[in-house]
């Protein structure tokens, strides 16, 4: 197995300073984009806080892997699927801590989104409305579902297309890192295929740039960290009203 991976963050056209940051964990498989908030600098110190917290732990249990989890195994879950969401778990309360350690960092947070290849598997863990999607056979796919007030509408289809389109509470997410002391953490698992280009993105890019504006950036450009430029460039050129971050990972499988 042999991954490729790509990635870029820019602060937008709109905002003086980037609360986003992301993770490539190469020795690992491992990427992840985190979207911070709480103004100032908090949401980039929340964001770090996430990366940060969860690349420790990979290598910690890549060490040693009878190392002692801070939380236990969830027996619905393998083993990796227990690791992806304990190290967000773990970073989940490490946030929380230091917000309600320090006055100054009082209600930061962050949204978190992770590929982790193991065994020719993809796990994919999140919270919040950052993005997870996977592209194959030039066909563009959401893996994950937005924790946001707008998606839990939708799901209970309580909005006209109208509503959707005029919705004013759009950038409300219902989960998140650091809001809470626990979190929940959903997971998945995508079985690739040789080629498949998975994207990792905070909504400063799914906000602004449409799911076929961005399918097509990837059929038409091979190489990851252009594609990732574009990608970046198309969600500025549209008004770039926030931080936008993307990470692209393909596939080999040999």
């Not at 940060?52 to 990796?80: G, S």
């Not at 490490?94 to 309600?100: G, H, Q, T």
């Not at 939708?154 to 004013?168: G, Q, S, V």
């Amino acid at each position: 197995m042999r991954i490729e991976v790509a990635g870029t963050t820019h602060v937008g056209m709109k905002r003086n300073h980037n609360e986003d940051n992301y993770l490539i964990l190469s020795d690992e498989h491992l990427c992840c984009v985190a979207d911070g908030m709480g103004g100032h600098s908090s949401g980039e110190i929340a964001s770090k806080i996430a990366v940060d917290e969860l690349a420790e732990f990979f290598r910690m249990t890549a060490r040693d892997q009878d190392v002692t989890w801070p939380f236990k195994m969830d027996k619905a879950r393998n083993y990796d699927e227990n690791r992806l969401a304990t190290g967000i778990k773990l970073a989940n309360k490490s946030i929380y801590e230091k917000a309600c350690t320090d006055t100054k960092y009082k209600g930061m947070g962050t949204t978190i989104v992770s590929l982790h290849f193991i065994n020719d598997t993809a796990y994919v863990g999140h919270v919040g409305d950052s993005r997870v999607y996977f592209f194959r056979q030039g066909v563009l796919k959401q893996v994950t579902e937005d924790h946001s007030l707008l998606n839990d509408y939708l799901k209970a289809k309580k909005l006209t297309p109208e509503e959707i389109e005029n919705f004013p509470h759009k950038n409300v997410i219902v989960r998140a890192l650091g809001m809470k002391e626990t979190v929940q953490v959903d997971v998945s698992k995508v079985e690739p295929q040789e080629g498949d280009v998975f994207l990792l993105c905070s909504d400063g890019l799914s906000g602004m740039v449409t799911d076929p504006q961005m399918q097509e950036i990837l059929s038409r450009t091979m190489e990851l960290d252009k594609a990732c430029s574009q990608l970046i460039d198309l969600a500025n050129a549209a008004g770039g009203n926030d931080n936008v971050t993307c990470v692209l990972a393909r596939y080999h499988g040999a």
